[in-house]
């Protein structure tokens, strides 16, 4: 029987090819994004190693609200001189040097515009060469106006020593610098993890990245000989007391490493729910593949049963054929998701001009591709290998052709399926706390599967509609009912591309509504004519200077001018998000804001505001008092004085300005609302304020429609990604449309040379193949449509009041879209069976049995 199984395989190569592909394209992704974080979490343990190999340990003031994504760290708190002499006088320290090293040096390149990284922007103070720094050119900053810069910024940016440039300091404005010297790192190296690094005189760094001179932001210890860093950590803590953070360096890097391996872990849950859809795909194709098999099979395995094999011995036949596909399509897939990881791993760290710590393969990854492709294959052919085991000998020698059974079954199964899925996704949608993504997830998944279960149901009808489109012709009519001919065949390959095209227009429907909802409410809510902001690109959010604004609200075109800022802070023992608005008045004029209940007029020190929905969800009334930890430090107790009106830019808690500008880590203004006077054009007020904003590389002024645009490009550069990925799977699904026809023409051989004999020629036949191919691809497609559409807006529906979503939008282009390009994939996808279909030898196809 095995050698029979082999051979078997090896005799139909390109359905071996095909079933293998399908395995492989589902398999990759999952190795693809194990072997890619594994490679970038090793890339950064290895950058934070090097950047603390040197570290004995470290002092910093502790903060109560540190948040990276905030910007918020313990780094930002002063640590004053008189500290730093403290602990020279510890027991066991041999040097404790202050050092100013912080996020928030923009340098401003030779096109006037910031010069970009996203591993940081650092503004520090110089202290000499050490193990990890050495002068490479020029010399150590002596003077107020002179910067030593690293080697990595100086080849970004095109810089050399004696250049001028320009510097928007953390808390400082826009100031030109020479550049007297340029630094690499220990092993050559031009940056540790492509930052950029801009280095002061310690009284220059103290004023424009602190805010205060005599004071520093961290401490650089070295202990005595023999004591060991434990031991000068433990000494530095029990002399400072808590409020200070004191790491040695192997501490300083394994936190870090943990931090971004932390972030590097939503890589994974992205690329693995792809890899999720391209698993459900390839179920549909392997499943479809092996029915395809026992089907063609079914006269070679009566004689099997004749001659005496079991059930049993059939369905191992069966089983493994599948397991053969899996292993080897587990195999090149994992070789292939390598390919791709160790090709995103490359792109990440020249990107970031990182080092890379190599390519990482990780036990996990391997055991995982081999485990879910063996999986997946073994359970995908269960149902063929019982219905081969099935095969009566003596009714199966005498005629090859199976007899479909009834569809009561499997529409009652997926009809069930179905309601359970929907129950499913309307309970997590509903909010079931920790149970929601759960429920929802799984909701969509048995929706999708109970559809297909009811799609051979609803193959006749919906393939005869289509197929009427090509009905015109004998070629049409043909490829038409021959794709009604097998229902669950039909539905089982149009299932394919179903799931794939139902979670296409599914995200593409939640993105559109948002996306329009986002228009509806800015055009509703908000009443400024222009937007002042910037892109954050770092954990410094571009600032609006105080000058600048002064000046802005000076301008003779404008009416009104509210700036808007904002910080995150421990609420209650929480990490929350807090506004503070420099002039109420004006806010509640631009954000039509009125009061639901108390007074929203005005906000002194000690009180907030919040809006109606927030104030609903936490249960806030008037009088309501809560904790505040501010980034500077320091905790207060604010009181609830007013509810307003829930709108675009209006929710969340908004404390008073005073506590905003003691508190909070960038009190300066982020955003600002303008309002045009009356009978001044939009466009005029615009150029006024780019006129006192030319300086400021960071900010720039947009209209409402600009704003609206600008966000919505943002949805529409995210659902491109979506879709690429997708349609990764729905290559999958393509495979199972040339399988589904292969077999179809093979079964058919007598009936093609009949046609052939009676007069149909070649291209005939090769249009009633194509059509029968795009009849089973738009079926696929209309179905998924309708199902994502469903999904969709189900979800927008659902979660109106919790996000702000409107009324639902269909992508109508995208879907319009989708259509097209099931044509066009349906027909490539009968190229291959239509070739064969054509190359038939007339009288031998006649003559075959």
Do not use: C
Request: net charge positive.
């Amino acid at each position: 029987m095995l050698r029979a199984t082999l051979k078997s395989l090896l005799a139909r190569k390109l359905r071996l090819i095909l079933s293998t592909l399908a395995v492989v394209l589902s398999v990759m992704f999952v190795s693809g994004s194990l072997v890619l974080t594994d490679t970038l979490g090793r890339t950064f343990d290895q950058v934070f190693s090097n950047i603390y190999s040197s570290t004995d340990v470290q002092v910093s003031a502790k903060s109560a609200t540190a948040n990276e994504a905030s910007g918020n760290s313990a780094a930002i708190l002063p640590v004053p001189a008189s500290d730093v002499e403290r602990i020279k006088k510890i027991d066991g320290v041999r040097s404790a040097t202050g050092q100013v090293f912080v996020t928030g040096a923009r340098v401003i390149g030779k096109n006037g515009k910031v010069v970009i990284s996203q591993s940081g922007q650092f503004g520090g103070s110089w202290t000499g060469e050490d193990e990890l720094t050495k002068l490479i050119a020029g010399r150590a900053p002596e003077a107020a106006d002179e910067i030593v810069i690293n080697n990595g910024l100086a080849k970004q940016a095109k810089f050399a020593v004696g250049d001028s440039v320009d510097i928007i300091a953390r808390a400082e404005a826009r100031k030109t610098y020479k550049i007297v010297g340029v630094i690499q790192y220990g092993g050559n190296r031009d940056s540790l993890a492509g930052e950029t690094t801009v280095l002061f005189t310690e009284a220059t760094a103290q004023r424009v990245m602190l805010g205060e001179t005599g004071v520093f932001n961290v401490v650089e210890v070295k202990g005595a000989s023999g004591v060991s860093d434990n031991q000068l950590r433990d000494n530095i803590k029990a002399a400072l007391g808590p409020s200070y953070s004191v790491q040695t360096g192997d501490e300083l890097s394994k936190a870090s490493s943990e931090a971004i391996r932390g972030l590097l872990k939503y890589f994974n849950y992205f690329f693995l729910g792809f890899g999720t859809i391209a698993l459900l795909v390839g179920v549909f194709l392997i499943l479809n593949t092996f029915s395809i098999i026992v089907s063609q099979r079914t006269q070679e395995l009566a004689l099997l049963r004749a001659m005496g094999a079991s059930r049993w011995q059939i369905i191992r036949s069966v089983l493994i054929e599948a397991l053969l596909i899996g292993i080897v399509g587990s195999l090149f897939g994992f070789l292939v998701g390598m390919g791709l990881g160790a090709l995103g791993a490359s792109a990440f760290t020249s990107l970031a001009k990182m080092d890379s710590a190599g390519l990482g393969l990780p036990v996990a990854a391997i055991v995982t591709s081999f485990t879910i492709g063996i999986l997946v294959t073994m359970i995908s052919a269960v149902l063929p290998a019982i219905k081969a085991a099935r095969v009566a000998p003596i009714a199966a020698m005498r005629d090859a052709a199976a007899t479909d059974k009834p569809l009561t079954g499997i529409t009652i199964v997926g009809g069930v399926v179905t309601a359970v899925g929907i129950g499913s996704l309307s309970w997590g949608l509903a909010g079931a706390g920790d149970a929601t993504l759960l429920l929802v997830f799984g909701g969509v998944l048995l929706t999708l599967i109970g559809v297909a279960l009811l799609a051979p149901m609803i193959s006749r009808p919906l393939v005869a509609a289509l197929g009427a489109v090509f009905s015109w012709s004998v070629p049409g009519k043909l490829g038409r009912r021959n794709s009604s001919r097998n229902p669950r065949r039909t539905a089982i390959t149009a299932g394919a591309v179903m799931v794939g095209i139902a979670i296409i227009t599914m995200i593409s429907t939640i993105f559109a509504s948002l996306s329009t909802a986002i228009g509806e409410s800015v055009e509703k809510d908000l009443q400024a004519d222009l937007i002042i902001y910037g892109q954050q690109t770092s954990d410094v959010p571009p600032i609006i200077q105080p000058d600048e604004l002064k000046q802005i609200k000076a301008l003779p075109q404008l009416q009104t001018v509210a700036s808007v800022t904002y910080d995150t802070v421990s609420l209650n023992g929480k990490q929350d998000f807090v506004l503070a608005y420099d002039d109420v008045p004006a806010v509640i004029t631009v954000l039509k804001l009125h009061a639901v209940a108390g007074r929203i007029d005005h906000i002194d020190s000690g009180e907030f505001t919040t809006d109606e929905k927030t104030a609903k969800d936490r249960k806030y009334t008037v009088g309501t008092t809560i904790q505040v930890t501010f980034a500077k430090g320091g905790t207060k107790t604010l009181t609830l004085v007013g509810i307003t009106n829930s709108t675009v830019n209006g929710n969340g808690v908004v404390v008073s300005n005073t506590d905003a500008q003691t508190g909070f880590a960038f009190p300066q203004p982020i955003q600002a609302l303008v309002k045009a006077k009356d009978g001044v054009a939009v466009q005029d007020a615009k150029t006024a304020i780019e006129g006192v904003l030319k300086n400021n590389p960071e900010v720039s002024v947009q209209t409402k429609e600009e704003l609206v645009g600008s966000s919505q490009q943002q949805f529409d550069v995210a659902l491109i990604i979506v879709q690429v990925l997708l349609f990764i799977a729905l290559g999958i699904s393509v495979l199972g449309v040339i399988n589904t026809l292969l077999l179809s023409v093979i079964e058919r051989t007598r009936e093609l040379g009949m046609l052939r004999a009676i007069g149909l020629r070649r291209r005939q036949t090769w249009s009633m193949v194509t059509i029968e191919s795009v009849v089973i691809t738009l079926f696929g497609t209309v179905l998924g449509l309708i199902v994502g559409a469903g999904l969709g807006a189900a979800t927008v529906t659902a979660l109106k009041s919790v996000i702000g979503f409107g009324a639902v939008t269909l992508p109508w282009g995208y879907m319009i879209a989708y259509i097209i390009g099931a044509v066009v994939v349906g027909a490539v996808a009968g190229l291959i069976p239509a070739i064969r279909a054509v190359r038939l030898n007339v009288l031998n196809a006649i003559a075959y049995e």
